[in-house]
Nanobody, 126 residues
Framework: QLQLVESGGGLVQPGGSLRLSCAAS????????IGWFRQVPGKEREGVSC????????YYADSVKGRFTISRDHAKNTVYLQMNSLNVEDTANYYC???????????????????WGQGTQVTVSS
């Protein structure tokens, strides 16, 4: 069964850090572009970051640039999202997605990602 599982969410104070993991089972993440998205109830899903499949080129939303870092661990078949200097506006449910349609993750519209995880909640609060 092909599956993505996110983990690492939780409650953190403003200014704190979390590292989210996106682990795959049943397929190799190296072959896929990976995107991280977040969504707050009642609001549209927002693309946060992505990493391309061929050359690991990365992209970030302006709202997280300089604070978040996406990376791959090829041996663990896992993609990470390191989140630093968190603020209350980062509170959301975070999802990872895998796409095999294009190498470059910047080409993807959200609906073009083939596999989605179930999400992990990040809450930033004092």
């Amino acid at each position: 069964q092909l599956q993505l599982v996110e983990s690492g969410g939780g409650l953190v104070q403003p200014g704190g850090s979390l590292r989210l993991s996106c682990a795959a089972s049943g397929f190799t993440l190296d072959l896929y572009a990976i995107g991280w998205f977040r969504q707050v109830p009642g609001k549209e899903r927002e693309g946060v970051s992505c990493i391309s499949s061929s050359d690991d080129v990365t992209y970030y939303a302006d709202s997280v640039k300089g604070r978040f870092t996406i990376s791959r661990d090829h041996a663990k078949n896992t993609v990470y999202l390191q989140m630093n200097s968190l603020n209350v506006e980062d509170t959301a449910n975070y999802y990872c997605a895998a796409g095999g349609l294009y190498y470059e993750c910047s080409r993807y519209a959200p609906h073009e990602y083939e596999y989605w995880g179930q999400g992990t909640q990040v809450t930033v609060s004092s």
